[in-house]
């Protein structure tokens, strides 16, 4: 059966009243219980419903809206699985919000909440969640459909992967294989790793770390390249021990992940093996979490995990899209996600407020005429003091590039101009212009023509104002910092993105919690 509809009262009690007055802090509570069934009104929740196998048979599941407000409270509240049942029954601002004032059991299991969270991502439904409260906003406050003025900015996202060097990565990989089966043979987990290892002809990787099992000076060269031949014939016995067995699929997935390690980290071309100089793109630093990346924030600045991304709304405060991926990736490459959320939404672009790393993306190489880019555009190097790339003028109605000695060649954009050796030996401005005896080029970008806008824009005060919007975003990134925290709470990007996204639904209902009591108190005044 489906899960029927939930039509919790309106009006409080006088039990929720009295929960209610009571509440100084963590509003948001308070909040939720006076529009919960605005939020959750009964269109969205036949869109929740669909998730559900229709079935004649059993009980009609616990009501999605249910879980849906508990999943919002648990990323407000920041606890995990197991507290959020706990907390329907022992705290009662959670059974305000639930319509569950009393009870003495809890209106749902654990498994029912993990089931729900993984129908919402199946069906993307999060995303949705994110949507109704803008709707929510739209419909308490009266903003009408309109082009956003938004404002893009990412921040860093610790993984909750265990990040290990390339010894201990295939180590924990080739354990977790062996773990595996000793859970197949029935032996548990723990009390099995060692007598499989032992079956298997590799008792090292018993050892909780593989690096302390071999018990070499690491700082010794000729002690750690034997210590890598030392490991890879680990790899060989293990993985054909492994593939000997009754078959198990996530046994031989460990495996591949240590082999996957080697590839990335291991040069075996020459005639012993050694470990590679620098980093492989793309290397993985996590067993658990294949996703997770090494970044960069800055170039003293590391990190390892993901980046989360922001879109702020400039006229409302609230956030519409929010985007994750890994460490390493492009800051430009979340874009096309957050192009089909704001199509998927039917939301439009009327300005854009970035920083340099997004304007490689395709949100602004294939912009339309009605989107506005406000960006610090790349400056321009004079090396030696030689004539700039700003100081020759670009026609772009003609595609024509004219140097400050008149002298005009074609140009495409994407494209590199260079001036005739002739024409540069003659020119009486050479000296200030190149020394190469091949004559002057000049690079110009695929975008060419949006970077020589911005930086005659941003040479104006009513320019450099509108660069100064985009700290809005900052700010709405420390307010999505502060409930997700700096480390994931999940392994993977979608699991990832949907904990972005309901952190966004909370900071969203804040905005729209905290401008109602403003209207409030003007009022009353």
């Known amino acids: 059966m489906r899960p029927v509809v939930w039509r919790p009262p309106v009006e409080p009690s006088a039990a929720e009243q009295a929960v209610i007055k009571a509440v100084r802090r963590a509003r948001l509570f308070v909040f939720l219980r006076g529009h919960r069934h605005e939020l959750l009104d009964e269109e969205f929740q036949s ?9 004649p048979k059993g009980q009609p599941p616990v009501s999605p809206a249910r879980l849906a407000l508990a999943t919002i ?53 999060d995303r949705r969640l994110v949507e109704r409260t803008v709707e929510l906003a739209a419909a308490t406050k009266g903003f009408g459909a309109r082009a956003l003025r938004a404002a893009l900015d990412s921040s860093p996202l610790r993984g909750a992967g265990r990040v290990e060097d390339t010894f201990n990565l295939m180590g924990h990989a080739l354990r977790k294989a062996l773990g ?35 018990d070499r000076d690491w700082d010794d060269p000729g002690a750690r390249d034997e210590a890598l031949a030392v490991v890879l014939g680990l790899l060989e016995t293990a993985g054909a021990f492994v593939a000997g067995q009754a078959g198990d699929e996530a046994a031989a997935a460990a495996v591949a992940v240590a ?23 793309g290397r993985r630093i996590s067993v ?3 996703e997770m990346r090494h970044g960069r924030k800055s170039r003293s600045v590391l990190f390892d995990g993901y980046k989360r991304h922001v879109l702020r709304d400039l006229d409302t405060g609230l956030v519409p899209v929010v985007g994750i991926t890994p460490a390493n990736a492009p800051e430009a490459s979340v874009t096309g996600g957050i192009t089909a959320d704001l199509e998927a939404a039917g939301w439009r672009l009327a300005e ?30 004079n090396t030696g003091g030689r004539f700039a790339k700003d100081q020759f003028s670009l026609d772009f109605a003609a595609g024509q590039l004219t140097c400050p000695a008149g002298a005009a060649m074609p140009f495409e954009p994407g494209k590199t101009v260079r001036f005739p050796k002739s024409t540069c030996a003659a020119c009486p401005l050479r000296a200030r212009c190149t020394t190469s005896s091949h004559g002057r080029s000049v690079a110009i970008h695929p975008d060419e023509a949006l970077l020589a806008e911005l930086r005659e824009r941003q040479h104006t005060p009513e320019g450099r104002a ?6 809005a975003v900052e700010h709405a990134l420390a307010h999505v910092g502060h409930w997700q925290g700096r480390r994931a709470r999940y392994l993977g990007t979608r699991k990832n993105l949907f904990d972005l996204r309901r952190v966004a639904v909370v900071h969203n209902l804040h905005v729209i919690a905290r401008q109602s009591a403003t209207d409030s108190y003007q009022l009353a005044a």
């Open 180 to 214: 595996v089966i000793a859970v197949l043979q029935g032996r548990g987990q723990a009390a099995g790793i060692p007598v499989i290892a032992a079956q298997a002809g590799v008792p090292a990787l018993a050892a909780s770390s593989l690096k302390a099992a071999l």
């Open 73 to 125: 409270l648990q990323a407000y509240t920041k606890v995990s699985d197991d507290e959020v049942i706990e907390a329907t029954v022992m705290d009662r601002r959670w059974q305000l919000v639930l319509d569950c004032m009393g009870a003495e059991e809890p209106p749902f299991s654990k498994g029912a909440l993990v089931g729900f969270r993984t129908r919402l991502i199946e069906s993307d439904l």
């Open 466 to 471: 509108e660069l100064r919007k985009r700290v």
């Open 288 to 290: 658990e979490d294949g």
């Open 352 to 381: 854009l407020h970035i920083d340099r790393a997004y304007l490689s993306s395709a949100l602004v190489r294939d912009r339309g005429p009605d989107l506005a880019v406000f960006c610090k555009a790349w400056r321009v190097r």
């Open 47 to 55: 869109e929740l419903a669909e998730t559900y196998v229709d079935s």
């Open 259 to 281: 082999r996957q390690v080697r590839d990335q980290d291991v040069d075996l071309s020459g005639p012993a093996p050694v470990l590679r100089r620098g980093v492989a793109r």
